[in-house]
């Protein structure tokens, strides 16, 4: 089992930037895979971004392609999410997801573990 901690959510002017944390306890780190999702008000929780075991390969949603990076250092137990030219759109909630999965799977029923979310927002 794994617990995960999100940071690093707060408020951003449109254009600017911001990198989200995940946390993960547990020595059993480098055997998920891992992902971000995102809840705005209102609407259904969407796929951002997810990243392989070893890191070395990712895949993001088509809404991010270009602007967001995943990445992970399985030292530090730890995910990131850097958060680029960011849109009054990209304002949600923002959670980390793990998966003891080969998958990288843009689905949260693909995810076995959550964090309890950090709020993005981006606003003038």
């Known amino acids: 089992q794994v617990q995960l901690v999100e940071s690093g959510g707060r408020l951003v002017q449109p254009g600017g930037s911001l990198r989200l944390s995940c946390a993960a306890s547990?020595?059993?780190?480098?055997?998920?895979?891992m992902a971000w999702f995102r809840q705005a008000p209102g609407k259904v929780r969407e796929f951002v971004a997810a990243?392989?075991?070893?890191?070395?390969?990712?895949r993001e949603a088509d809404s991010v392609k270009g602007r967001f990076t995943i990445s992970r250092d399985n030292a530090k137990n730890t995910v990131y999410l850097q958060l680029n030219s960011l849109k009054p759109e990209d304002t949600a909630v923002y959670y980390c997801?793990?998966?003891?999965?080969?998958?990288?799977?843009?689905?949260?029923?693909?995810?076995?573990?959550w964090g309890q979310g950090t709020q993005v927002t981006v606003s003038s």
């Open positions: 997801a793990a998966a003891n999965t080969l998958v990288l799977y843009t689905t949260a029923r693909g995810y076995d573990y």
């Open positions: 990243i392989s075991i070893s890191g070395g390969v990712t």
């Open positions: 547990g020595r059993t780190f480098s055997t998920y895979t």
